[in-house]
């Protein structure tokens, strides 16, 4: 955040230079509005408790990133921190979301000053009087709200700074205080534009089907004008004010059509996060003041700032940012879907598989044929192989349409349709193939059967394996060899077991295997290929029914 202007009654000044470094020019082409900026820079550096140190050659600020910006601001004026502490706080009114300024009362060359900084429309109705070149004259009540209108139609964050002589410092200062005699000395505008990332977030968020509203304590336009740059809906702006008159029924219509709401309170955060959980929403809310803590408390899953926020908020939080960024938001829920997803597909995997296994046993038992597999055949397949191959989908990276996909429904559990309708038709099938492999090789040689049959299922979760990579879009359509590569090692992991499998003495006296030929092994691949084709011929299926459901629905037509 950097302060760019201050506008007083006598003209406006200019700042240069760049975040929280402390250089930079103070120029204005009235003398008198430089004479208001100076004794204007005075209240920015007393009333306020951030603080600026340079470390491994970069200016840090420690405190709120607005008093940041106007304590650089009194630093570009000329004053240094020698300064506030030649002037001490006597006492303070801190900074109240229901009042909008924080007060100071500071010895200034030995006259008590009572300084005030808040938002430009309390501050306006606080005062009577405004400075100018030749001392306080009556306050100017149509200009200060055009200058407003203006600084906040240019996306700036704007704050008024006002000062006051007290008879004494020998009583503490109260609200009543700041009622009369205070003197209006002018705006600072300060920018604080959304970094691209941000922009680009938020897009990302809003093509995954969550919907992002910002709750500021900004002027409603400044708010309009941030939340336009940032993709966001910002024709319309709620002020705390309108939250307060309306009624739950009439906040649930305004949250369905808003999101932007600006100059609220604590109260109203809260509020908004119970109004959207009652409607059925899951509410992410972010924050780093004392003022969020009730609403990240409510929220159900608060997420606070971990360099600027306060301990309020990282306390009444369930996940803290520790770079700030909203981008780590974005790419935190396209982590979660990707891990989400690749607990998906290793269930898609592994039950069919294992169905599979106990289906090819428990149809032997009900034949009365003899077992295709041996119980520990069947115990090496499935310890061994089969988790081998599992491992790899924990390490699938997320697929091209995550961050285009709605969220899925609370109540939705791991068990979907798709996993049921997978689970029986490749358990099904898969076990029609090792049984058709044992059954040619049975009645010659029963050794040599099972040993087809064990080789063929191996096959089978070995391509079904990269069929399931991808939920529904086909296997072959992200072949990139970084992608492919924790599958290639898991498959060639397996081969190389399976091989040991049938070629070392002890194995073969333990698993009653023997060598196969190249002509076995490419056999066995070619009836497991059968399963994968068929699997991609079901991905095929669902997804030409969900785009017909989809042109229907776009097209206004009932659903069959």
């Given at each position: 955040?950097?302060?760019?202007?201050?506008?007083?009654?006598?003209?406006?000044?200019?700042?240069?230079?760049?975040?929280?470094?402390?250089?930079?020019?103070?120029?204005?082409?009235?003398?008198a509005?430089?004479?208001?900026?100076?004794r204007?820079?005075?209240?920015?550096?007393?009333?306020?408790?951030?603080?600026?140190?340079?470390?491994?050659?970069?200016?840090?600020?420690?405190?709120?990133?607005?008093?940041g910006?106007?304590?650089?601001?009194?630093?570009?004026?000329?004053?240094?921190?020698?300064?506030?502490?030649?002037?001490?706080?006597?006492?303070?009114?801190?900074?109240?979301?229901?009042?909008?300024?924080?007060?100071?009362?500071?010895?200034?060359?030995g006259?008590p000053?009572?300084?005030?900084?808040?938002?430009?429309?309390?501050?306006?109705?606080?005062?009577?009087?405004?400075?100018?070149?030749?001392?306080?004259?009556?306050?100017?009540?149509?200009?200060?709200q055009?200058?407003?209108?203006?600084?906040?139609?240019?996306?700036?964050?704007?704050?008024?700074?006002?000062c006051?002589?007290?008879?004494?410092?020998?009583?503490?200062?109260?609200?009543?205080?700041?009622?009369?005699?205070?003197?209006?000395?002018g705006?600072?505008?300060t920018?604080?534009?959304?970094?691209?990332?941000?922009?680009?977030?938020?897009?990302?968020?809003?093509?995954a089907?969550?919907?992002?509203?910002?709750?500021?304590?900004?002027?409603?336009?400044?708010a309009?004008?941030?939340?336009?740059?940032?993709?966001l809906?910002?024709?319309?702006?709620?002020?705390?004010?309108?939250?307060?008159?309306?009624?739950d029924?009439?906040?649930d219509?305004?949250?369905?059509?808003v999101?932007?709401?600006?100059?609220?309170?604590?109260?109203?955060?809260?509020?908004?996060?119970?109004r959207?959980?009652?409607?059925?929403?899951?509410?992410?809310m972010?924050?780093?003041?004392?003022?969020?803590?009730?609403?990240?408390?409510?929220?159900?899953?608060?997420?606070?700032?971990?360099?600027?926020?306060?301990?309020?908020?990282?306390?009444?939080?369930?996940?803290?940012?520790?770079?700030?960024?909203?981008?780590?938001?974005?790419?935190?829920?396209r982590?979660?879907?990707?891990?989400?997803?690749?607990?998906?597909?290793?269930?898609?995997?592994?039950?069919?598989t294992?169905?599979?296994?106990?289906?090819?046993?428990?149809?032997?038992?009900?034949?009365g044929?003899?077992?295709?597999?041996?119980?520990?055949?069947?115990?090496?397949?499935?310890?061994?192989?089969?988790?081998?191959?599992?491992?790899?989908?924990?390490?699938?990276?997320?697929?091209?349409?995550?961050?285009?996909?709605?969220?899925?429904p609370?109540?939705?559990?791991?068990?979907?349709p798709?996993?049921?309708?997978?689970?029986?038709?490749?358990?099904?099938?898969?076990?029609?193939?090792?049984?058709?492999?044992?059954?040619?090789?049975a009645?010659?040689?029963?050794?040599?059967?099972?040993?087809?049959?064990?080789?063929?299922?191996?096959?089978?979760?070995?391509?079904?394996?990269?069929?399931?990579?991808?939920?529904?879009?086909?296997?072959w359509?992200?072949?990139?060899l970084?992608r492919?590569?924790?599958?290639?090692?898991?498959?060639?992991?397996?081969l190389?077991?399976?091989?040991?499998?049938?070629?070392?003495?002890?194995?073969?006296?333990l698993?009653?295997?023997?060598?196969?030929?190249?002509?076995?092994?490419?056999?066995?691949?070619?009836?497991?290929?059968?399963?994968?084709?068929?699997?991609?011929?079901e991905?095929?299926?669902?997804?030409?029914?969900?785009?017909?459901?989809?042109?229907?629905r776009?097209?206004?037509?009932?659903?069959?």
């Open positions: 955040m950097t302060t760019r202007t201050f506008v007083t009654a006598a003209g406006q000044v200019q700042l240069s230079g760049e975040g929280y470094a402390p250089q930079g020019l103070v120029e204005s082409n009235s003398p509005a430089l004479e208001i900026f100076a204007a820079a005075q209240v920015a550096m007393l009333c306020n408790d951030s603080h600026l140190n340079q470390r491994d050659g970069q200016w840090v600020m420690r405190g709120d990133p607005t008093e910006a106007l304590y650089v601001l009194a630093r570009k004026a000329g004053l240094t921190e020698a300064f506030r502490q030649q002037c001490p706080r006597r006492d303070e009114l801190p900074f109240a979301a229901e009042r909008l300024y924080m007060a100071t009362l500071n010895e200034v060359a006259q000053m009572l300084m005030v900084k808040g938002a430009p429309e309390r501050l306006l109705a606080l005062c009577d009087q405004q400075q100018s070149g030749d001392g306080a004259e009556p306050l100017n009540s149509d200009y200060w055009q200058q407003l209108e203006r600084l906040a139609g240019e996306g700036m964050r704007v704050l008024g700074l006002a006051k002589v007290m008879p004494s410092m020998d009583r503490p200062i109260g609200h009543p205080d700041l009622e009369q005699g205070l003197v209006f000395l705006l600072t505008g920018t604080d534009p959304p970094r691209q990332e941000a922009v680009t977030a938020v897009a990302q968020c809003q093509q089907g969550i919907r992002v509203k910002m709750i500021t304590g900004d002027n409603p336009r400044t309009s004008v941030i939340a336009a740059q940032l993709g809906r910002g024709q319309r702006v709620i002020t705390g004010q309108e939250l307060s008159a309306l009624d029924g009439q906040l219509q305004v949250l369905a059509e999101d932007v709401f600006a100059r609220t309170s604590p109260a109203d955060k809260l509020r908004l996060v119970e959207l959980q009652a409607g059925g929403q899951v509410v992410a972010t924050g780093d003041g004392v003022n969020d803590a009730p609403a990240l408390q409510r929220a159900d899953i608060g997420v606070a700032m971990g360099g600027k926020g306060t301990d309020a908020a990282r306390d009444a939080s369930a996940m803290v940012l520790t770079d700030d960024n909203f981008a780590t938001i974005a790419a935190a829920v982590e979660g879907r990707t891990v989400y997803d690749n607990i998906v597909k290793a269930l898609l995997f592994l039950l069919p294992g169905l599979i296994e106990a289906s090819v046993l428990l149809v032997a038992v009900v034949l044929t003899p077992l295709p597999i041996t119980p520990v055949q069947i115990l090496w397949v499935n310890m061994i192989t089969a988790v081998t191959l599992a491992l790899a989908l924990g390490f699938e990276h997320g697929e091209p349409d995550l961050m285009r996909r709605p969220p899925r609370p109540s939705q559990g791991l068990v979907s798709l996993l049921l309708g997978r689970l029986l038709w490749v358990g099904a099938l898969g076990t029609a193939l090792v049984f058709w492999q044992f059954s040619r090789f009645e010659t040689d029963l050794d040599l059967a099972r040993n087809m049959a064990v080789l063929t299922l191996v096959w089978i979760e070995i391509t079904y394996l990269f069929a399931c990579r991808r939920l529904l879009a086909p296997a359509s992200d072949l990139s970084t492919l590569l924790p599958t290639l090692m898991a498959v060639l992991a397996v190389l077991l399976q091989w040991l499998f049938f070629v070392v003495p002890f194995m073969q006296t698993f009653a295997s023997r060598p196969l030929s190249p002509a076995f092994w490419g056999q066995a691949a070619a009836v497991a290929l059968l399963l994968l084709l068929a699997v991609e011929m991905k095929w299926l669902i997804r030409r029914l969900r785009s017909r459901r989809h042109q229907r776009a097209s206004g037509s009932p659903s069959p």
